[in-house]
Each structure stands twice: as C-alpha cells, then as structure tokens.
C-alpha cells in the first residue's frame, strides 16, 4: 500500500493581484501632481481645487453602496460605536463622536481644503518632483504629533523624523538659509495632510470610510466656491481647458486611487499598503521629467533620497504588535486619498 505523507499548511498565496492594485495607485497619485500643474495655468488654484473635488466626490458616491454590498465597506451603526469607544450610551461620548459621520466629514473635508490648497499654490512656485517628496512628510509627521495626542512614538521613528528633516534641508534650504516661497506653502501642505490623516485615523472605526471620503472632497468643492468668486473669475472656458487635467485629478486620481486602495487594503496589511502609496512622491519625479521636462539638482536628488529613506525606515520597521494580518476594513488612515 502506497502513503501519501500528510500535507502541511500551506503558505497564503501572495496578493499579487492588490500589491498591483497598490502600486497602480501611486503611480495614478504620482502622475496627479503633474495634473494640477497643467490645470492650474487655465483656471484658478480655488476653481481648480472645488471643480476636481466636486468630480471626485461624485464619482465615489455610487462606490457607496456598491461597496458595502461586496462586503468591502459598511455602514457602522451607533451599537458598534458605543462598543468600540466602551461606553454605555450615546451621551457619554464627546459631542464630536454623536455625530461621526458628519463631523468626521466635516473636519476632514476642511483639513483637506487647506492641504490641497497649499499644495497646489506650492506646486505653482516649485518643481512636481520636490513637490512629491515635501508632501510625503506626512508619512514621518503624523507620528511625531501624534505624541500631543497620547500616541506612542517608536525610537525609530525618531530616526525617520531626523532623515526627513535633512532630505527637506538639501531639498529646499539655500544659500544663507533662505528657502522659497513655493516650498513654505508645500510645507504647510505636508502638515495640513498629516492633520488630515489623524482625523481620518480618529474616525476610521466609527464611519463608512468610503463615505466619509466622498462626503470630504463634497465638503472641499462646496468651501472651495466661495474663494473661487471672491478671489477669481470662473469662466466655462478656462475650465473646459483645464477638462482633462480636472477629471483626472478628480475622477481618477480621487475616485478610481481610493477605491483600488481600499480594494487592495483587504489583503495587504496597512504598513505595506503605505510603503507602497507613498511612492507617489518617487514616480512625481519621473513624471515631472517624462511629462514636463523638470530636472533637479544633485543637491535636491539627494534630499528626495533622505526623505526616501525616512520612509523607508518608518513604514519597513515592524511595530511590536505583528501588522501580519489586515483587518476586513482598513482600520487606519496611514495611507489615503488625498489629490
């Protein structure tokens, strides 16, 4: 008689399927820097900024219940909310977790108002590729002042903060230590995303995560229309020029990026996720060459590669607790929709 010995366990096969989604994701984040230069030279930072968002939030809100219906999102009701927080009625959570999905929106959607206004002021006075890389702080930042908020911080991440700060002095600091208008805005973008990703991060449990996103870039489209007629003249012209720039931004980037990433977060655990997003800040600068002919200094290419390296160090480094397995949602905001 012939015995067949008895099978192992077997190894879960690699998600090569969603680590491709991810890594489709950044290269459509990437590529959006590269939009909101173009568009911005036919319309108005602010007429830009509302126009893209309002396209985006759109195209996400039939995402909704599509979504929930395959299981990838759901609606989190109030039972849960009072669970998650440990307490016993709705009168005992802070006012702004009565209400999560609406505050949470709204926060969100001013938080983001601001970093995608200075981001595109920014990238109007500087490079796509310095642009990327600045912005990407947030990946270190979000820690760092997550300590005012109670969270931990690893000593690694420290050494992440450190690598950061000296890839944005070789990126941006010049002569007499003087450094440019462009880059000040890009900066103030990087730390109105990383206050963008904590509210997200507060919020994450308590919400549908693909609604709360569409009701944000609703939320940016609407604020965005009142500095858009007080501050500039809209016209049809200038933003049927600046179409295809708006809907991919919008669309693609904002609508078709988030969904593949929330997609993909099922079978990717959320440290790797983030790696892989936010290499965003890579491919910007290679779209900035290919598409727009920008190049940077060895100065600058060698800032891009500290600031790399600091996320490198913060994403690669596990954290005590195994991130080996991913949640049915993603239940952290450490990599996001944000252009």
């Known amino acids: 008689m012939n015995y067949k010995p008895a099978a192992g366990p077997q190894k879960p096969k690699k998600p090569y399927l969603h680590l491709f989604m991810l890594t489709v994701t ?27 968002m309002l396209v985006g939030g759109i195209v996400l809100l039939p995402f909704i219940p599509l979504l929930r219906k395959l299981g990838v999102s759901n609606k989190v009701d109030i039972q849960e909310i009072l669970a ?17 999905q609406l505050y949470g929106s709204i926060f969100a ?3 983001l108002f601001a970093a995608t206004s200075f981001q595109i002021y920014g990238i109007q006075l500087s490079n796509v590729g310095k642009a990327g890389f600045i912005i990407s702080m947030y990946v270190v930042l979000v820690p760092l002042i997550g300590i005012f908020l109670g969270h931990k911080i690893r000593s690694v991440d420290w050494l992440a903060v450190v690598m950061a700060v000296v890839g944005l002095y070789l990126l941006s600091i010049t002569g007499g230590f003087h450094i440019s208008k462009g880059d000040i805005y890009l900066i103030l973008g990087s730390l109105s995303f990383t206050i963008h990703m904590l509210i997200q991060r507060h919020y994450s449990n308590l919400v549908d995560c693909v ?18 007629f007080a501050l500039e003249n809209p016209a049809w012209q200038g933003i049927l020029a600046a179409a295809i720039p708006i809907l991919y931004s919008g669309a693609l980037s904002s609508g078709v990026g988030f ?20 290499q965003e800040s890579t491919f910007s600068v290679f779209f900035g060459w290919a598409l727009l002919g920008e190049t940077m200094t060895g100065r ?3 800032g891009c590669a500290f600031m790399l390296a600091g996320i490198l160090i913060s994403q690669l480094t596990p ?19 944000k252009h």
Request: contains cysteine; glycine residues 6%.
């Open 300 to 302: 600058e290419l060698l």
């Open 259 to 278: 969904t593949l990433q929330l997609i993909a977060m099922q079978r990717v655990p959320p440290n790797q996720a983030a790696l892989i997003t936010a």
């Open 211 to 228: 609604a709360l996103s569409s009701a944000q870039f609703l939320i940016v489209g609407a604020v965005s229309l009142i500095p858009m």
């Open 109 to 111: 959607g001013l938080a």
């Open 26 to 52: 950044a290269l459509i984040w990437g590529a959006s820097y590269v939009s909101q230069k173009v568009g911005v030279e036919h319309v108005g930072t602010f007429t830009f900024n509302g126009v893209r």
């Open 319 to 337: 954290d005590k607790k195994s991130n080996a397995e991913c949640e049915p949602l993603p239940k952290n905001a450490d990599s996001y929709p």
């Open 84 to 100: 998650a927080k440990k307490v016993e009625s709705v009168e005992d959570l802070p006012w702004y977790d009565r209400k999560p």
